[in-house]
């Protein structure tokens, strides 16, 4: 079960934190943060019932004991939080999430797409993206985001690519788009060869 991703995550966690796994399907976030006494409380919720009973068998087999909810997002949570972790679900889904009246002033987040939209809205909600790290686990490149209420407004780059500086990560959307360029016409083809110029300028600044 051993997951740099999960690690990362936790390495925003502090210990004074109320947290709640939103999405926490299989709960092994929440089992990492409670077995490793990470925070004061973690609460695990998913949208899906059948998930988040495999989660419970899981904190049964561990011998944890850990409120489960079923509950879209922080609809139906009762209990207090002030920390919530949103991880593996894509930008629309994390945006609908944080559009309800509880969401708390501290998110941990980390998004499977559209990265950029992401940073864009989290920014609108008056949310501030303080911290990122970029880790690439099995074959993927990951951000995972620490974010507390406040205003920012990120500039291109750091709104494209994050706010980590990961050289290797640099690299890796580099070459991405130099494959598609290739490919795609027109507009497409300016927009992705503008990209890999500031790309290749924060690549070089190291
Ligand atoms: C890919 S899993 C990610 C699990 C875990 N958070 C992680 O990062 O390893 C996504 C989970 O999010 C749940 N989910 C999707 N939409 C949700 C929503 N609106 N509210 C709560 N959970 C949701 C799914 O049921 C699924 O269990």
Redesign the pocket.
Known sequence: MKSKRIEALAEFVLASDTVLD????HG??SIYLKKNHLCKNVIA????SN?LEMARQNFQKYGLDIATYV???FNDIPSFFDTAVI???GCS?ILN?LQNKKCPSKLII?SHNELARLRYNLNKLNFKIEKEKIIYEKGHYYSIMLCHKGYQKLNYQKRHWGLDNNQEYYLYLFNKNKELIKKVPGLKKLKLKYQNYLLKGLIEKK
């Open positions: 939103v999405g926490c399907d092994y976030l919720s998913d949208i899906s998930a509950s879209d997002g991880a593996g679900m889904t999430i980390s």
